[in-house]
T-cell receptor
Framework: NAGVTQTPKFQVLKTGQSMTLQCAQDMNHNSMYWYRQDPGMGLRLIYY???????DKGEVPNGYNVSRLNKREFSLRLESAAPSQTSVYFC??????????????FGSGTQLSVL | RKEVEQDPGPFNVPEGATVAFNCTYS??????FFWYRQDCRKEPKLLMS???SGNEDGRFTAQLNRASQYISLLIRDSKLSDSATYLC??????????FGKGNQVVVIP
């Protein structure tokens, strides 16, 4: 049982490049989330998906897009990376619908650097 | 005022000692509260929920003070393996979770 798997673990981009972070969970959870964590700040929600087929903006959605491909997979895309998007990104899932469910299961994170 | 505030520390505690720290929240309508643990360069993991009556899980005790709008975490008989950052998480009533910056705990042999 792998839980939440996200790839890649590390990525370096040049300003303006695009990339997609992949996330998959095998716990049959309805809800999935993308967070970013910056030094000296708490985790901030980028986007979430309460169920397959739905996505909603979180606290810091600008510069990102998401796709809930199916119940298992939730991807995060940076269309034109900017240095301000240098961060650690975490995917998470939970059993219930909506971002108020607090029992989150996190992936191991992606360290992204934008030069 | 920030939604969730924590003193980042570090909290240096001798092995075997007790350490406690608080987290304050700004939204009086917040419904539920949690502590997550995050090891260095790792993902956060749920440590425990915080119930109104307070709750205990082994060496860990969590309490909620709604009147003063804070939650607390106490770790007794600290182990080296307790060294981590403890994140306070609050359901702020606006259909969104708010994470604190974390309290860093360093257990010293």
């Amino acid at each position: 049982n792998a839980g939440v798997t996200q790839t890649p673990k590390f990525q370096v981009l040049k300003t303006g490049q695009s990339m997609t972070l992949q996330c998959a969970q095998d716990m049959n959870h309805n809800s999935m989330y993308w967070y970013r964590q910056d030094p000296g700040m708490g985790l901030r929600l980028i986007y979430y998906s309460a169920s397959e087929g739905t996505t909603d903006k979180g606290e810091v959605p600008n510069g990102y897009n998401v796709s809930r491909l199916n119940k298992r997979e939730f991807s995060l895309r940076l269309e034109s990376a900017a240095p301000s998007q240098t961060s650690v990104y975490f995917c998470a899932s939970s059993e219930w619908s909506g971002p108020t469910n607090e029992k989150l299961f996190f992936g191991s994170g992606t360290q992204l650097s934008v030069l | 005022r920030k939604e969730v505030e924590q003193d980042p520390g570090p909290f240096n505690v001798p092995e075997g000692a007790t350490v406690a720290f608080n987290c304050t929240y700004s939204n009086s309508a917040s419904q539920s509260f949690f502590w997550y643990r995050q090891d260095c360069r790792k993902e956060p993991k749920l440590l425990m929920s915080v119930y109104s009556s307070g709750n205990e899980d082994g060496r860990f005790t969590a309490q909620l003070n709604r009147a003063s709008q804070y939650i607390s975490l106490l770790i007794r008989d600290s182990k080296l393996s307790d060294s981590a950052t403890y994140l306070c998480v609050v359901n702020n009533g606006n259909n969104r979770l708010a994470f604190g910056k974390g309290n860093q705990v360093v257990v010293i042999p």
